[in-house]
């Protein structure tokens, strides 16, 4: 079983940033591919980024390559989530999820799922 709590939302200006955390506890995180998602008002919910259980490989959205960039520290049972360059469009509850494939997570299945973190950004 695997708990993931989500922290670092908040209210950003247009071009500012914020790293948003995925707490996980559980033992066996590590061995979890890990990914972010999102869901803004009146829409369903979008895959942002992924990354492997050993954190050699990531992906993301064309919308926010570039500007997001997902990590792991598996030492501190954490996933992050690194935004900068935010846009107004990018405003939505974040979400972080746990599955055994990135490939699962990239079409939005994942075992375990966080509660969200709410992102705002000002024009």
């Known amino acids: 079983q695997v708990q993931l709590v989500e922290s670092g939302g908040g209210l950003v200006q247009a071009g500012g940033s914020l790293r948003l955390s995925c707490a996980a506890s559980?033992?066996?995180?590590?061995?979890?591919?890990a990914g972010w998602f999102r869901q803004a008002p009146g829409k369903e919910r979008e895959f942002v980024a992924a990354?492997?259980?050993?954190?050699?490989?990531?992906y993301g959205v064309d919308s926010v390559k570039g500007r997001f960039t997902i990590s792991r520290d598996n030492a501190k049972n954490t996933v992050y989530l690194q935004m900068n360059g935010l846009k107004p469009e990018d405003t939505a509850v974040y979400s972080c999820?746990?599955?055994?494939?990135?490939?699962?997570?990239?079409?939005?299945?994942?075992?375990?799922w966080g509660q969200g973190t709410q992102v705002t950004v000002s024009s």
């Open positions: 559980g033992r066996t995180f590590s061995s979890y591919a």
């Open positions: 990354i492997t259980w050993s954190g050699t490989t990531t």
């Open positions: 999820a746990a599955d055994t494939a990135t490939a699962r997570l990239r079409v939005g299945v994942g075992d375990y």
